[in-house]
């Protein structure tokens, strides 16, 4: 007998596997994906290893396999393995986003009436006879419609009627609903003629019809053409004679189009910095056992780290390898797509969330076939089924982007990119303006190797003699007590005003969406929240609504206060429909435009608003942080950030860095063309460090700060971190649970005597309250985090997030 351990699609401990036999009529290899019997249903698995021995005594067989061939290569198993029990998820939830997209991942369960005379009804209730009824005379429904028709408590009465032999259940295993679409081709002419193929006088007449048919087409004969016109089967026959052949061709749904992209742009003279750059990297390519193979690049907007990627990717593709290349967010960089495009022409493979699900499909396909040098994409890209991987290029590293937080695995692009790195020799890239506090702590360490691209490569001659815009605070406090109430400071209005009249473009930036973010009663002062998150709505003038910007749940505006019904309400704050309204009342006539999450809902797509912005019809852009990624418009030169604040002040432990680093990119728009770019950023707290060093542009300044503090408080990186988040619909149980389970952890740490874990909590969430569910908190805080909580049982409804982005 042949044992194979499986990974079932299941809730059930990371890491785990179960042992099936292999029966005698089929092979499996590992990474195959198959059917496996599970509890009383069937579920889909992956085979991780063969072996010659079961984990236990009795095992059932597989059933069949799903795919002809593996789908997961040893080192991507490897890394599923390593993604299970860091993440702390199951072992097929870690090889889920290795497989093809678009996989059918649910069986089709279908119940029928029993037949027979011995059926016994007595002692069934009414919904369920009437059910039954129905169930008889569709003769077929699906498992759930059943159950729907049982009506309370529908699923626990469905297993009595089948336990009972009332009802029976067949279980169907469906192809992937996505196929590699084949056509295939009848071909006539003597090379597809059988020697002593059948007399053709025998043939029916429909035969003969289709086989003159396709003798006299010049073109190959699509066989779908043929069971239109001449019947199903009459082409199969006509080849089981021998008298016709027949060719799959594989159709590409290519993406993207091939005339969609520009010329081939000439490649410029590296600067010295980026060839000795580049140079060590590639020499890390060629000398695989080195270490450290991570590199950060570290390099202002515009320093030129795109070109040194290319190059690195280059490289590889010479070597017959190929590169992962991460951007933060697809959508908003058509300029690095069109970048890598130009530049590996019919090479790239691009990992779209717009893609439809047969073109990621086919892209998939694409790359496992070898045909792509270079694959980008988010995060995802990451588990692009590449045969030989010889670079992970991650730019723009420090964006909250690559850690997945919505679905297990829970895990963060780089640090798994730094696993597959170890278990492939391919060496990691990452670049940034902002890296990630920690990376670049590491960096100066000597973990990762540290390169800098200090200067622009256009205008270095200008501003600071970086290149660099010139950023100036504008104290707001300062404003007010002065009577300007706008939202615009002196400084700005006037900025803007010159901008315009000087034939260039501006960029307002405001990380707040609506018209107001708070709307408040005037007498008591009574704040309008959503009922199901415990957050304020905020005002949107555009549909003179509210709106809960964490749930999207819309609310009429009321028109009498909830707690005191008075009338007098009003809306408090700014959001990017404010700064709207006030810049078009300040520039009348002027080609005003906003790009937040509500104008791309709306259907504007990144290439629309860029461009109106690169012909001119736009003069000013106002928006949250999607302006401040990756727009590189020339004829921008004025940048101003209406209120700097916002998010400073968050609870938790990277607010500042990442207010810094918003800052940075947000200046950084500016001034990239011939004309010397202004930045003005407003705000009330201008003696804060993140402000103080955004406006300086000086990330060392930062980074020394962030380092000292996280040093005194024990943060990453001196430490690991594990968030713990508890749900519960109700209150009190939420807490409850939330206590019992820090105590737990608390005890543990105790009776381990373990000195390196901290546990820290429980809190309430924030928001406290989510899409109805309470939540609270807590946050273990040491070393080897994965290990100790390996160990622990923590309630259900509580998520793990190791090494969280965000802590709230
Ligand atoms: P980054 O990725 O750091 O923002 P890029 O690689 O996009 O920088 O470079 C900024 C601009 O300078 C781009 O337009 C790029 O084509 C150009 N560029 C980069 N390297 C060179 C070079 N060595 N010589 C001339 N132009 C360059
Ligand atoms: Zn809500």
Redesign the pocket.
């Known amino acids: 007998m042949r044992y194979a351990e499986v990974a079932v699609d299941a809730p059930v401990a990371h890491s785990r596997t179960f042992s099936y036999s292999i029966p005698p009529n089929f092979n499996v290899t590992p990474g195959q994906l198959v059917w496996v019997p599970f509890g009383r249903r069937t579920a889909q698995g992956v085979v991780v290893e063969l072996a010659a021995a079961p984990q236990v005594e009795l095992t059932k067989d597989i059933l069949q396999p799903i795919e002809p061939a593996p789908l997961v290569s040893a080192a991507h198993l490897d890394l599923a393995r390593w993604l299970s029990r860091y993440y702390l998820c199951s072992l097929f939830a870690a090889i889920a986003p290795l497989l093809p997209p678009g996989f059918e991942r649910q069986v089709r369960s279908r119940v029928f009436p029993a037949s027979g005379d011995n059926v016994d009804l007595s002692g069934l209730r009414p919904e369920t006879l009437e059910a039954l009824q129905k169930l008889e005379t569709a003769s077929v429904l699906t498992e759930e419609e059943l159950a729907r028709l049982l009506g309370r408590n529908g699923n626990r009465e469905l297993s009595r009627l089948l336990h009972k032999g009332l009802v029976r259940r067949r279980v169907e295993l469906p192809r992937p609903r996505i196929a590699p679409r084949y056509q295939s081709y009848l071909l006539a002419g003597p090379a597809y003629h059988v020697p002593g193929a059948s007399d053709e006088k025998k043939l029916s007449a429909r035969q003969q019809e289709l086989l003159g048919a396709v003798r006299e087409t010049a073109a190959p004969y699509p066989a779908t053409l043929a069971n239109k016109q001449f019947g199903n089967g009459v082409a199969e026959a006509l080849i089981t004679k021998g008298l016709l052949g027949r060719e799959w061709v594989r159709i590409e749904r290519e993406y993207p189009p091939p005339t969609a992209w520009p010329e081939v742009a000439p490649q410029?003279?590296?600067?010295a910095e980026?060839a000795d750059a580049a140079a060590r990297i590639t020499e890390a390519m060629d000398n695989r056992e080195r270490t450290p193979r991570v590199f950060l690049l570290h390099?202002?907007?515009?320093?030129?780290?795109?070109?040194?990627y290319l190059r690195a990717i280059q490289h590889a593709a010479a070597r017959g390898e190929q590169a992962v290349f991460m951007v933060p967010e697809i959508a908003l960089t058509p300029q690095t797509q069109q970048?890598v495009n130009a530049r590996f022409p019919g090479r790239v493979a691009v990992l779209h969330s717009g893609l439809t699900p047969g073109q990621l499909f086919d892209q998939w396909w694409k790359i496992r076939d070898g045909q792509c040098d270079v694959i980008v994409g988010p995060r995802s890209a990451l588990f692009a089924p590449t045969p030989k991987l010889g670079l992970i290029v991650i730019?723009e590293e420090h964006e909250w982007t690559y850690k997945q937080e919505e679905a297990a695995p829970l895990y963060h692009a780089r640090t798994a990119a730094f696993e597959l790195s170890r278990l492939t020799g391919a060496p990691v890239v990452l670049?940034s303006?902002t890296p990630d506090v920690e990376s670049y702590y590491h960096a100066r360490r000597g973990r990762y190797r540290l390169l800098e691209?200090p200067r622009?490569?256009?205008g270095a001659n200008s501003g600071n003699g970086r290149g660099l815009a010139k950023v100036q605070v504008c104290d707001m406090r300062k404003e007010l007590r002065e009577g300007n109430r706008s939202i615009f400071s002196r400084e700005l209005s006037q900025a803007l005003r010159d901008c315009i009249n000087g034939g260039n473009q501006a960029i307002l930036f405001l990380n707040r969406r609506g018209s107001a973010p708070m709307v408040q009663c005037r007498d008591c002062g009574h704040v309008a929240t959503c009922p199901r998150c415990s957050v304020s709505l905020a005002y949107h003038a555009t549909h003179g609504r509210l709106l809960c910007h964490r749930c999207n749940r819309l609310a009429r505006m009321p028109g009498r206060c909830r707690g005191c019904g008075g009338k007098r309400i009003r809306g408090l704050g700014v959001g990017t429909q404010k700064v709207v309204e006030e810049a078009s009342a300040l520039l009348p006539g002027i080609g005003i435009e906003r790009w937040d999450a509500d104008a791309t809902r709306a259907g504007s797509s990144a290439e629309d608003i860029m461009g109106r912005m690169q012909r001119g019809e736009t003069q000013v852009l106002v928006g949250t942080q999607l302006v401040a990624k990756g727009l590189?418009l020339p004829n921008v030169s004025l940048v101003g950030v209406i209120l700097a604040d916002i998010g400073l002040y968050l609870p938790d432990f990277r607010s500042g860095e990442r207010a810094f680093s918003l800052l940075c990119q947000v200046a950084g728009r500016a001034g990239r063309g011939p004309t010397p770019g202004r930045v003005l950023v407003q705000t009330y707290t201008p003696d804060h460090y993140a402000i103080a060093a955004a406006a300086a542009q000086d990330y060392p300044a930062m980074f020394e700060r962030e380092v000292q503090s996280r040093r005194e408080l024990g943060n990453p990186p001196f430490s690991q971190m594990a968030h713990l988040v508890h749900q519960d619909v109700n209150a009190t149980m939420c807490q409850r649970q939330a206590v019992a389970m820090a105590r737990q952890l608390r005890h543990r740490v105790y009776a381990e005597g373990l000195t390196d874990v901290e546990v820290v909590g429980p809190a309430p969430g924030v928001p406290s309250r989510l899409r109805g569910r309470y939540r609270w908190h807590l946050l273990l805080r040491g070393r080897n985090l994965h290990r100790f909580l390996e160990g622990s049982a923590v309630p259900k409804g509580t998520t793990i997030d190791m090494d969280p982005a965000h802590v709230l």
Request: aromatic letters at 0%; proline letters at 4%; charged letters at 25%.
């Open positions: 410029p003279t590296l600067t980026q390099g202002v907007t515009g320093s030129g780290k795109t070109e040194v970048r730019d670049g303006a691209l622009r490569i256009a590189d």
